[in-house]
């Protein structure tokens, strides 16, 4: 099925310091991404935009990029890596942050507050959870299960229903390569707390073609509200 053009609202060149480092969307048409394991296909990702690639730190699991997609329905999230990785998103406590209000005064913020985004939800290997603490303690409510495909060993991907996760416009996110050990963090800066970095996804792209902003020079980056 064709995919519908993905718009790329405000992409910052660089690591902006306590900020939204990009801010994406990639509308596609119902059912034209395929998530069933096994498919180990990727070309109906060919007219979506990745978010921007992260260097590699030589970690054992190595974030290089990831894409977020949307239908009327799901959501859709790719991870590329570095290296062939074969436990898949179950390796290395693998975690993504979605922070759903865009306040990190709400939801969790990692047991050190080390965490640039509060995350009301967590997708951790491929299970979802919601947010049941109260910022640094550990407590969260399963809410199921992501379909999911592995393979290629360095090239994942998943979907899940967006209601799943309140079915935001827009949501903030981060993720770690290993929880618990160090690891890889995705976007650099995820880590830095309350001036640290994260990634933006919106639903509502806004009207025109695709618009490619100098953000760091022009000022645009989205800060964190006070």
Do not use: C
């Not at 509308?27 to 069933?36: K, Y």
């Not at 935009?49 to 959501?75: G, L, Y």
């Not at 074969?86 to 709400?106: E, N, Y």
Request: aromatic content about 12%; glycine content about 12%; overall charge negative.
């Amino acid at each position: 099925m064709k995919i519908k053009a993905p718009l790329l609202t405000l992409l910052a060149l660089g690591t902006a310091h306590g900020a939204s480092v990009a801010t994406l969307s990639n509308p596609v048409t119902d059912g034209a991404i395929n998530t069933t394991g096994g498919n180990n296909d990727r070309s109906d990702w060919s007219a979506t935009i990745a978010f921007p690639t992260d260097p590699d730190e030589s970690e054992a699991v190595d974030f290089a990029s990831m894409t977020v997609a949307h239908d009327s329905t799901n959501f859709y999230l790719r991870e590329q890596l570095y290296r062939n990785d074969g436990s898949g998103f179950l390796s290395g406590s693998q975690k993504i942050l979605i922070d759903t209000d865009q306040d990190r005064a709400t939801g969790y913020r990692g047991a050190a507050d080390t965490f640039a985004v509060g995350a009301e939800y967590m997708i951790e290997g491929v299970s979802i959870f919601a947010y049941t603490g109260s910022g640094t303690d550990w407590g969260w409510n399963f809410i199921g299960s992501a379909v999911y495909d592995d393979f290629p060993l360095n090239d994942h991907e998943l979907s899940f229903a967006r209601s799943a996760i309140g079915s935001p416009t827009n949501f903030d996110f981060i993720a770690v390569s290993d929880f618990f050990g160090g690891g890889d963090a995705y976007v650099d800066g995820a880590q830095g707390g309350a001036s640290g970095n994260w990634l933006t996804y919106t639903t509502v792209p806004e009207p025109g073609a695709l618009t490619l902003a100098l953000a760091a020079g022009l000022g645009l980056l989205r800060r964190r509200r006070a």
